[in-house]
């Protein structure tokens, strides 16, 4: 059967391209029978963001030609408290924590550093910023927008499947949240990713890599911020542009 994309995003003070502030973001992949019910739920999406009242909404379909890449999602998933009691000596504040983490999955403390200086540098940001994980180097040429990952989505109610086993609340933003970890992190060229949101009432953020799986990590910023952060930390050897157009075009749904 075919499959389409839905591709929605939503900004205040006009469009993205007029220099408007992105306030939601979201994409779902569905056959042409759901089409209706899944623009309805990004409708919502946009509508009910808490950054408040969108004055400018683009909803895009788009059927998808490319064969889909089935992915699974990453292997290990866990609340750090659970890897704080486990380690002990991470008893410390989320990014702390987060930092942490990606040292132990081997980016240089100031690689961190710097990638962290350089999302700082904008006050919204739509998409992905791409850092060498050995020099600390920004990657894509694409600015304040970044690189957005696009064309992915649970395969049917493997999600739900997914949050009953591991006693996870089936809530939509981790259903997003871990379907672009997958999708990012079964890249080999991702060595790390690192997310906290731009809603300022979400203060959970997360760590991911196949190393160690996807670590949600609490309080990782102050209630209240609108800045959110995406990372990937890239190996810089791998050819970017095929890299940015995994991330930007190839479907891949989530199985589990
Ligand atoms: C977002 O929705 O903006 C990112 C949320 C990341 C954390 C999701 C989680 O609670 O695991």
């Given at each position: ?132 994980a ?50 990012v992190n079964n890249h080999p060229a991702t060595i ?17 890599s196949r190393k ?20 990937f930390?890239v190996d810089?050897q791998k050819d970017i542009?095929s890299y940015?157009?995994y ?10």
């Amino acid at each position: 059967d075919k499959l389409y994309n839905l591709r929605m995003r939503a900004a205040q003070g006009g469009s993205h391209e007029q220099g408007g502030t992105h306030i939601s973001g979201g994409e779902r992949i569905t056959c042409f029978s759901n089409i209706q019910q899944v623009a309805m739920y990004l409708l919502e999406k946009g509508l009910t963001h808490c950054k408040g009242r969108p004055d400018f909404m683009q909803i895009q379909l788009e059927s998808i030609p490319e064969s889909v890449t089935y992915v699974q999602p990453l292997e290990r998933w866990a609340n750090v408290e659970r890897f704080v009691k486990e380690g002990d000596t991470f008893l410390k504040e989320g990014k702390t924590v987060a930092f942490q983490l990606l040292e132990i999955i081997g980016i240089p403390k100031k690689v961190i550093d710097r990638a962290v200086e350089i999302v700082s540098q904008y006050s919204s940001m739509r998409g992905a910023v791409l850092i060498d994980a050995h020099s600390g180097k920004r990657l894509d040429d694409r600015g304040e927008k970044g690189v957005r990952v696009s064309r992915l989505d649970w395969l049917g109610n493997d999600f739900e499947k997914w949050a009953r086993y591991y006693h996870v609340s089936a809530n939509s933003r981790i259903r997003e949240a871990l379907a672009l970890a997958a999708k990012v992190n079964n890249h080999p060229a991702t060595i790390a990713e690192l997310c906290w949101s731009d809603d300022p009432d979400y203060t959970t953020g997360y760590v991911a890599s196949r190393k160690m799986g996807y670590q949600r990590i609490e309080n990782i910023k102050t209630y209240g911020d609108e800045r959110g952060c995406r990372i990937f930390f890239v190996d810089g050897q791998k050819d970017i542009r095929s890299y940015i157009n995994y991330l930007e075009n190839q479907p891949v749904l989530i199985t589990w």
